[in-house]
């Protein structure tokens, strides 16, 4: 089992920035892939980005790279995704999310991420 809880949503300007955390707990954290996915009012959850269980390798849907950086702490049990530039259509909830398959084998694939978080809402101002 792991628990996530996600914080650092709020509101702000297109352009703006934020810092969204993920704290994990139960079990080892550097034995599960993470993710962070959104889902944005009347849209289904999509993918934005995901990390190796050592952090070395990550991945970022086509929307967000250039603009979002995921990263983890496997010492403090924590993950984060800042985001830079942001725009109106960032605005969502934000989850993040943790499997125990590889990178490789789940990148986006959002069914094969066990745990989620209750999320936290992004909200971005034109």
């Known amino acids: 089992q792991v628990q996530l809880v996600e914080s650092g949503g709020g509101l702000v300007q297109a352009g703006g920035s934020l810092r969204l955390s993920c704290a994990a707990s139960?079990?080892?954290?550097?034995?599960?892939?993470t993710a962070w996915f959104r889902q944005g009012p009347a849209k289904e959850r999509e993918f934005v980005a995901a990390?190796?269980?050592?952090?070395?390798?990550?991945y970022y849907a086509d929307s967000v790279k250039g603009r979002f950086t995921m990263s983890r702490d496997n010492a403090k049990n924590t993950m984060w995704l800042q985001l830079n530039n942001l725009k109106p259509e960032d605005t969502a909830v934000y989850y993040c999310?943790?499997?125990?398959?590889?990178?490789?084998?789940?990148?986006?694939?959002?069914?094969?991420?066990?745990?989620w978080g209750q999320g936290t809402q992004v909200t971005v101002s034109s």
């Open positions: 990390i190796s269980r050592s952090g070395e390798i990550t």
């Open positions: 139960g079990r080892t954290f550097s034995s599960v892939t």
């Open positions: 999310a943790a499997g125990l398959r590889r990178i490789g084998d789940v990148m986006g694939i959002k069914n094969s991420y066990l745990y």
